[in-house]
Nanobody
Framework: QVQLVESGGGSVQAGGSLRLSCTAS????????MAWFRQNPGKAREGIAI???????IYTDAVKGRFTISRDDTWNTLYLQMNTLTPDDTGMYYC?????????????????WGQGTQVTVSS
């Protein structure tokens, strides 16, 4: 199965930046649809950015213009560059993947998930 490991989370002040990484093992990221989700306690996981296998990139309005999703095939890694962070961005961030050319905003659609990395933004 695809294995995903996230890193790069931490605590920052409002207005700061972080870059999250998601490294895949066993499979090439070039074969995958990959996405970033985030979640706070008591809430459903929220999809925030998707990169399809074919290279299409889409963002939710909450992060559009501030976050950038990208893929590095050499390092087999998906990234999420997060700028101009606010306390509303606080949460556990997860990397997800599916072996298909399609995509979805539904968390239940993705069979592979990382362990998550915590992002905390203080005001």
């Amino acid at each position: 199965q695809v294995q995903l490991v996230e890193s790069g989370g931490g605590s920052v002040q409002a207005g700061g930046s972080l870059r999250l990484s998601c490294t895949a093992s066993g499979y090439s990221v070039s074969t995958l649809c990959m996405a970033w989700f985030r979640q706070n306690p008591g809430k459903a996981r929220e999809g925030i950015a998707i990169r399809t296998r074919g290279g299409t990139i889409i963002y939710t309005d909450a992060v559009k213009g501030r976050f950038t999703i990208s893929r590095d095939d050499t390092w087999n890694t998906l990234y999420l560059q997060m700028n101009t962070l606010t306390p509303d961005d606080t949460g556990m961030y997860y990397c997800a993947a599916a072996q298909t050319g399609a995509f979805s905003w539904s968390s239940s659609w993705y069979p592979y998930w990382g362990q998550g990395t915590q992002v905390t933004v203080s005001s």
